[in-house]
Protein backbone atom coordinates (compact mmCIF):
# COMPACT_ATOMS: atom_id res chain seq x y z
CA UNK A 1 0.00 0.00 0.00
CA UNK A 2 0.93 3.35 -0.52
CA UNK A 3 1.25 5.13 2.86
CA UNK A 4 -0.05 8.73 3.97
CA UNK A 5 2.41 11.24 2.56
CA UNK A 6 4.36 8.83 0.57
CA UNK A 7 1.79 9.46 -2.42
CA UNK A 8 4.75 11.11 -5.05
CA UNK A 9 5.54 11.30 -8.83
CA UNK A 10 2.82 9.99 -11.00
CA UNK A 11 0.67 8.86 -7.72
CA UNK A 12 0.82 12.56 -6.08
CA UNK A 13 -2.92 13.23 -6.69
CA UNK A 14 -3.82 9.79 -4.71
CA UNK A 15 -4.95 11.18 -2.03
CA UNK A 16 -6.08 14.58 -1.88
CA UNK A 17 -5.69 15.12 1.90
CA UNK A 18 -6.22 12.51 4.44
CA UNK A 19 -6.21 8.75 3.01
CA UNK A 20 -8.47 6.58 4.91
CA UNK A 21 -7.65 2.82 5.05
CA UNK A 22 -10.35 2.26 2.27
CA UNK A 23 -8.56 4.22 0.14
CA UNK A 24 -4.81 2.97 0.77
CA UNK A 25 -6.04 -0.80 0.52
CA UNK A 26 -6.48 0.25 -2.77
CA UNK A 27 -3.76 1.83 -4.09
CA UNK A 28 -0.91 -0.97 -5.51
CA UNK A 29 -3.52 -0.17 -8.45
CA UNK A 30 -3.91 3.37 -7.99
CA UNK A 31 -6.33 4.06 -11.30
CA UNK A 32 -8.37 1.89 -8.76
CA UNK A 33 -8.47 4.57 -6.36
CA UNK A 34 -9.16 7.60 -8.77
CA UNK A 35 -12.10 5.32 -10.10
CA UNK A 36 -13.06 4.46 -6.46
CA UNK A 37 -13.10 8.70 -6.15
CA UNK A 38 -14.89 9.41 -8.92
CA UNK A 39 -17.71 6.65 -8.43
CA UNK A 40 -17.80 8.09 -4.65
CA UNK A 41 -18.30 11.69 -5.98
CA UNK A 42 -20.87 10.91 -7.83
CA UNK A 43 -22.43 8.45 -5.71
CA UNK A 44 -22.02 9.67 -2.78
CA UNK A 45 -19.56 12.58 -1.43
CA UNK A 46 -16.81 13.99 -2.78
CA UNK A 47 -13.71 13.11 -0.39
CA UNK A 48 -12.73 16.22 -0.33
CA UNK A 49 -16.29 16.90 1.78
CA UNK A 50 -16.11 13.85 3.70
CA UNK A 51 -15.05 14.71 7.11
CA UNK A 52 -17.00 17.96 6.95
CA UNK A 53 -20.36 17.52 7.63
CA UNK A 54 -21.68 20.78 7.07
CA UNK A 55 -20.75 20.76 3.69
CA UNK A 56 -23.57 21.17 1.00
CA UNK A 57 -23.12 17.65 -1.26
CA UNK A 58 -25.48 19.47 -3.82
CA UNK A 59 -27.86 16.49 -3.64
CA UNK A 60 -31.23 16.25 -2.98
CA UNK A 61 -30.66 14.65 0.03
CA UNK A 62 -29.78 16.04 3.36
CA UNK A 63 -25.76 14.96 4.39
CA UNK A 64 -28.07 12.93 7.38
CA UNK A 65 -30.20 11.18 5.02
CA UNK A 66 -27.52 10.46 2.88
CA UNK A 67 -25.57 9.20 5.89
CA UNK A 68 -28.46 7.07 7.40
CA UNK A 69 -28.63 4.97 3.48
CA UNK A 70 -25.01 4.51 3.98
CA UNK A 71 -24.91 3.32 7.38
CA UNK A 72 -27.92 0.69 6.98
CA UNK A 73 -26.49 -0.13 3.80
CA UNK A 74 -23.45 -1.34 5.38
CA UNK A 75 -25.20 -2.50 8.90
CA UNK A 76 -27.69 -4.91 6.65
CA UNK A 77 -24.28 -6.04 5.19
CA UNK A 78 -22.61 -6.34 8.64
CA UNK A 79 -19.35 -4.31 7.60
CA UNK A 80 -17.35 -3.26 10.57
CA UNK A 81 -15.55 -0.55 8.43
CA UNK B 1 -20.12 8.16 12.79
CA UNK B 2 -21.02 10.41 10.13
CA UNK B 3 -24.46 10.14 11.06
CA UNK B 4 -24.07 10.98 14.32
CA UNK B 5 -21.31 14.11 13.31
CA UNK B 6 -24.01 15.22 10.70
CA UNK B 7 -26.98 15.65 13.26
CA UNK B 8 -24.47 17.32 15.41
CA UNK B 9 -23.37 19.83 12.33
CA UNK B 10 -26.96 20.34 11.55
CA UNK B 11 -28.59 20.24 15.14
CA UNK B 12 -31.07 17.57 14.30
CA UNK B 13 -31.67 15.04 16.53
CA UNK B 14 -31.44 11.22 15.48
CA UNK B 15 -31.83 7.87 16.70
CA UNK B 16 -28.92 6.27 15.64
CA UNK B 17 -30.55 2.87 16.33
CA UNK B 18 -32.05 3.26 12.75
CA UNK B 19 -28.44 2.00 11.59
CA UNK B 20 -28.24 -1.21 13.06
CA UNK B 21 -32.70 -1.94 13.31
CA UNK B 22 -33.80 0.02 10.49
CA UNK B 23 -37.48 0.97 9.80
CA UNK B 24 -37.99 -0.73 13.51
CA UNK B 25 -36.39 2.62 14.89
CA UNK B 26 -37.64 5.81 13.73
CA UNK B 27 -33.95 8.17 12.72
CA UNK B 28 -36.06 11.21 13.19
CA UNK B 29 -35.28 12.26 9.91
CA UNK B 30 -37.64 13.08 6.67
CA UNK B 31 -38.19 10.14 4.95
CA UNK B 32 -36.35 8.26 7.12
CA UNK B 33 -38.18 4.76 7.48
CA UNK B 34 -38.66 4.98 3.44
CA UNK B 35 -35.08 5.35 2.56
CA UNK B 36 -33.86 2.40 5.28
CA UNK B 37 -36.88 -0.01 3.80
CA UNK B 38 -35.34 1.25 0.25
CA UNK B 39 -31.62 0.45 1.81
CA UNK B 40 -32.84 -3.13 3.01
CA UNK B 41 -34.39 -4.02 0.13
CA UNK B 42 -31.93 -3.47 -2.32
CA UNK B 43 -29.21 -4.92 -0.34
CA UNK B 44 -31.30 -8.40 0.09
CA UNK B 45 -32.27 -7.87 -3.53
CA UNK B 46 -35.89 -8.40 -2.91
CA UNK B 47 -37.71 -7.43 -6.42
CA UNK B 48 -40.91 -6.34 -4.86
CA UNK B 49 -39.95 -4.61 -2.04
CA UNK B 50 -37.26 -2.72 -4.00
CA UNK B 51 -39.81 -1.57 -6.31
CA UNK B 52 -42.62 -0.47 -3.38
CA UNK B 53 -40.02 0.75 -1.33
CA UNK B 54 -38.61 3.55 -4.10
CA UNK B 55 -42.01 4.24 -5.08
CA UNK B 56 -42.24 5.12 -1.37
CA UNK B 57 -39.19 7.07 -1.16
CA UNK B 58 -40.37 8.58 -4.60
CA UNK B 59 -43.50 9.88 -3.27
CA UNK B 60 -42.28 10.98 0.10
CA UNK B 61 -38.81 12.83 -0.98
CA UNK B 62 -39.40 13.32 -4.83
CA UNK B 63 -37.62 11.48 -7.99
CA UNK B 64 -34.46 13.53 -7.37
CA UNK B 65 -33.91 12.20 -3.72
CA UNK B 66 -34.85 8.96 -5.58
CA UNK B 67 -32.02 8.79 -7.47
CA UNK B 68 -29.61 10.20 -5.03
CA UNK B 69 -30.62 7.38 -2.43
CA UNK B 70 -29.94 4.63 -5.35
CA UNK B 71 -26.52 6.13 -6.07
CA UNK B 72 -25.57 5.90 -2.07
CA UNK B 73 -26.92 2.15 -1.94
CA UNK B 74 -25.10 1.40 -5.02
CA UNK B 75 -21.89 3.01 -3.76
CA UNK B 76 -21.90 1.36 -0.11
CA UNK B 77 -22.64 -1.86 -1.93
CA UNK B 78 -19.28 -1.60 -3.58
CA UNK B 79 -17.45 0.08 -0.64
CA UNK B 80 -18.55 -2.91 2.02
CA UNK B 81 -17.17 -5.01 -0.47
CA UNK B 82 -13.98 -3.51 -0.46
CA UNK B 83 -13.32 -2.91 3.35
CA UNK B 84 -14.25 -6.54 3.86
CA UNK B 85 -12.37 -8.34 1.11
CA UNK B 86 -9.28 -6.41 1.98
CA UNK B 87 -9.72 -6.51 6.11
CA UNK B 88 -8.87 -3.48 6.48
CA UNK B 89 -9.07 -1.88 9.99
CA UNK B 90 -10.67 1.07 10.89
CA UNK B 91 -9.25 4.39 10.93
CA UNK B 92 -7.36 4.24 14.37
CA UNK B 93 -9.40 8.05 14.83
CA UNK B 94 -12.80 6.86 14.03
CA UNK B 95 -12.10 3.46 16.02
CA UNK B 96 -11.27 5.63 19.42
CA UNK B 97 -14.71 8.39 18.95
CA UNK B 98 -16.90 5.51 17.93
CA UNK B 99 -15.74 2.70 20.18
CA UNK B 100 -18.92 3.64 22.63
CA UNK B 101 -21.36 4.25 19.68
CA UNK B 102 -20.22 0.67 17.93
CA UNK B 103 -20.60 -1.10 21.68
CA UNK B 104 -24.11 -0.01 21.81
CA UNK B 105 -25.15 -0.57 18.74
CA UNK B 106 -23.51 -4.17 18.55
CA UNK B 107 -21.61 -3.39 15.71
CA UNK B 108 -18.64 -4.64 17.60
CA UNK B 109 -20.86 -8.08 16.92
CA UNK B 110 -19.76 -7.81 13.37
CA UNK B 111 -16.88 -10.17 12.03
CA UNK B 112 -15.11 -7.33 10.70
CA UNK B 113 -14.35 -6.05 14.16
CA UNK B 114 -11.30 -8.54 14.35
CA UNK B 115 -9.61 -6.51 12.10
CA UNK B 116 -9.73 -3.22 14.51
CA UNK B 117 -7.66 -3.45 17.27
CA UNK B 118 -9.85 -3.06 20.66
CA UNK B 119 -9.96 0.07 21.96
CA UNK B 120 -9.54 0.09 25.75
CA UNK B 121 -8.73 1.98 29.04
CA UNK B 122 -6.67 5.62 28.36
CA UNK B 123 -7.64 5.58 24.54
CA UNK B 124 -11.35 4.61 25.47
CA UNK B 125 -11.08 7.80 27.42
CA UNK B 126 -9.28 9.97 24.79
CA UNK B 127 -11.88 8.88 22.50
CA UNK B 128 -14.95 9.89 24.94
CA UNK B 129 -13.08 13.34 25.23
CA UNK B 130 -12.88 13.68 21.71
CA UNK B 131 -16.43 13.12 20.89
CA UNK B 132 -17.38 15.61 23.59
CA UNK B 133 -14.76 18.03 21.45
CA UNK B 134 -16.70 17.12 18.17
CA UNK B 135 -19.94 19.80 18.47
CA UNK B 136 -17.08 21.97 18.56
CA UNK B 137 -14.97 21.39 15.57
CA UNK B 138 -18.06 20.93 13.68
CA UNK B 139 -18.64 24.86 14.96
CA UNK B 140 -15.49 25.61 13.40
CA UNK B 141 -16.55 23.97 10.07
CA UNK B 142 -19.81 26.29 10.10
CA UNK B 143 -18.14 29.20 10.65
Do not use: W
Request: charged fraction near 25%; hydrophobic fraction near 45%; proline fraction near 4%.
Amino acid sequence: MIPEGEARGAEADLYPGKAPNVLRAMSLVPDAVRRMQDLSSAQYIPLDQLANPSADPGRALSRAQIELIAGRVSAVNECFY
Amino acid sequence: MLLRASGEAHDEAIDLRAVTEGAKAKSGLAGGEALTAFAEASVRGEREAISSTRERVERELGAAATVDAAGVIGNFERMVRIADATGIPLDRAVALVSADMRADLGIDEFGGARSTRPVRGLQRLLGRVMVRMMPLVLRRFRS
